[in-house]
């Protein structure tokens, strides 16, 4: 997209990722994506997946956690506390890092495999939470997202039970979105669906929201990926 304000996270991302930082006084060059040590190209695409070092499968910002804990020293408390920003605000640490590190493999084709036990479980387990309905309103995912032209007030809703739909949501995040006038990360939009389905609060980084990112992502497979997107 053409003027996308989004733009200015990956410069932000791009000088935090090399910039020494944190208790130990390190950058996030020997943080391993998937690909080896400090490989970018190609890893987010690949996202989420297994990983040894922490026996879990992981998405973007959770492995974002375990780096800037491990290798920086951060309080992942902390972290995890100014993961999401305010509106109108700079942005956070993560969510530039994020937006950085995806748009690595801009031109690649999404390519989540679920060849470990544990990345297919996380599937099965998003797939699984995706046609849920629970909470007080009885409410699921696809119920939003399972049928063509449905909208939200003025809001197309995408339709992720279509391949092209999944694609479209798996290629095109971080995003930025206008209304906030600043970049969102994929663990924001599934909290920020949480909250509108009126469930208890969802926690950053954790297995519910990466076990919907897996199966939306595989669902996404050969979207190429183009971020920051732009959302309304």
Same mark, same amino acid.
């Given at each position: 997209?053409?003027? +996308?304000?989004?733009?200015?996270? %990956?410069?932000?991302?791009? !000088?935090? &990722?090399?910039?020494?930082?944190?208790?130990?006084?390190?950058?996030?060059?020997?943080? !391993?994506?998937?690909?080896?040590?400090? /490989? @970018?190209?190609?890893?987010?695409?690949?996202?989420?997946?297994?990983?040894? #070092?922490?026996?879990?499968?992981? !998405?973007?910002?959770?492995?974002?956690?375990?780096?800037?804990?491990?290798?920086?020293?951060?309080?992942?408390?902390?972290? %995890?506390?100014?993961? %999401?920003?305010?509106?109108? =605000?700079?942005?956070?640490? %993560?969510?530039?890092?994020? @937006? *950085?590190?995806?748009?690595?493999?801009?031109?690649?084709?999404?390519?989540?495999?679920? +060849?470990?036990?544990?990345?297919?479980?996380?599937? /099965?387990?998003?797939?699984?939470?995706?046609?849920?309905?629970?909470?007080?309103?009885?409410?699921?995912?696809?119920?939003?997202?399972?049928?063509?032209?449905?909208?939200?007030?003025?809001?197309?809703?995408?339709?992720?039970?279509? /391949?092209?739909?999944?694609?479209?949501?798996? =290629?095109?995040?971080?995003?930025?979105?206008? =209304?906030?006038?600043?970049?969102?990360?994929?663990?924001?939009?599934? +909290? #920020?669906?949480?909250?509108?389905?009126?469930?208890?609060?969802?926690? *950053?980084?954790?297995? *519910?929201?990466?076990?919907?990112?897996? *199966? @939306? +992502?595989?669902?996404?497979?050969?979207?190429?990926?183009?971020?920051?997107? &732009?959302?309304?």
């Amino acid at each position: 997209m053409e003027d +996308n304000p989004g733009e200015l996270w %990956i410069d932000q991302g791009r !000088d935090l &990722f090399y910039q020494k930082r944190g208790p130990r006084n390190a950058s996030l060059e020997q943080c !391993d994506f998937g690909m080896g040590p400090g /490989k @970018l190209e190609g890893a987010a695409v690949r996202l989420p997946r297994y990983f040894a #070092d922490t026996d879990r499968v992981e !998405d973007l910002e959770s492995r974002l956690l375990t780096c800037m804990t491990r290798l920086q020293g951060f309080d992942r408390g902390q972290l %995890i506390r100014e993961a %999401i920003s305010a509106p109108a =605000s700079r942005g956070s640490d %993560i969510e530039a890092l994020a @937006l *950085y590190v995806t748009s690595r493999s801009n031109g690649m084709k999404v390519n989540v495999t679920l +060849n470990h036990q544990k990345e297919y479980d996380m599937y /099965k387990a998003g797939e699984y939470l995706f046609y849920r309905r629970s909470g007080q309103t009885d409410f699921g995912c696809v119920q939003c997202h399972g049928e063509p032209d449905k909208r939200i007030r003025l809001q197309d809703l995408v339709h992720m039970t279509s /391949k092209a739909g999944a694609q479209e949501v798996a =290629s095109t995040w971080p995003a930025y979105r206008g =209304s906030h006038y600043v970049v969102r990360t994929m663990q924001w939009r599934l +909290n #920020d669906c949480v909250w509108q389905m009126r469930l208890p609060d969802l926690k *950053y980084a954790t297995d *519910y929201s990466i076990a919907l990112t897996t *199966y @939306l +992502n595989r669902q996404g497979n050969d979207a190429v990926m183009q971020v920051p997107g &732009f959302k309304r």
